[in-house]
Every structure is written in C-alpha cells, then in structure tokens.
C-alpha cells in the first residue's frame, strides 16, 4: 500500500503566503517525478508544479517568481512553498506522486487534497 498524506492548507491574506507538504509511504521502491496540482470550483485539474528525483522542476506560468517547489527524497516528502498568494490562487491543493513500489508496479498515486483560500 502507498499512501500520499498533504498537510499545510489553510486560509491566507492576498499577498501571503503558505507552504504545502506531501509525505509519501509505504511499499516504495523509487519515486520519480512528484507534484502539485490544484482545482478551483467548476474548473479543471491542473498542474502547478512537478519537480524530477534529480530535482528539475516545472512551473505553470500564473505560478513563477511565486511558488517553489522542493523535495527530500531520504523523507520521500514535496513541498510547495506558496508566496504572494492572489485570490485566484485559491483552489483544493493535490500532491501527485509517479511511484515504483517494492514488487515493481508503477503507478501515479494522488493525496486526498487540502483546501487553500485566498482572501481579498
């Protein structure tokens, strides 16, 4: 079993800021890539930011220069350190792992979403 556990949501002022943490356990062998996607009310999932186990990373445009996403691997844990947060960044949070476990099986595991808000 894999479980991804996110903590860190809450409520913010615009212009504040909020870091997000993804843990990941169980019968794991590698971890590749890892990331954060979010979902606002009536829109799509999308990606925020991914980032490789060689520790390359990507961002969506509306999120550069603002959020940073990092990783420890020896903790198999993601972090999404949000700043100068807008109202339009307010969304349910998912961490996103690509996971190798124990017995050779690949597959994409998500955590259960964490509410962020935003407030003007």
């Known amino acids: 079993q894999v479980q991804l556990v996110e903590s860190g949501g809450g409520l913010v002022q615009a212009g504040g800021s909020l870091r997000l943490s993804c843990a990941a356990s169980?019968?794991?062998?590698?971890?590749?890539?890892m990331g954060w996607y979010r979902q606002a009310p009536g829109k799509q999932r999308e990606v925020v930011a991914t980032?490789?186990?060689?520790?390359?990373?990507n961002y969506t445009d509306s999120v550069k220069g603002r959020f940073t996403i990092s990783r420890d691997n020896g903790l198999k844990t993601v972090y999404l350190q949000m700043n100068s947060l807008k109202p339009e960044d307010t969304a349910v949070y998912y961490c996103?792992?690509?996971?190798?476990?124990?017995?050779?099986?690949?597959?994409?595991?998500w955590g259960q979403g964490t509410q962020v808000t935003v407030s003007s």
């Open positions: 980032i490789t186990s060689g520790h390359t990373t």
């Open positions: 169980g019968r794991i062998y590698v971890i590749t890539t």
């Open positions: 996103n792992a690509d996971i190798i476990t124990v017995t050779y099986r690949r597959n994409d595991y």
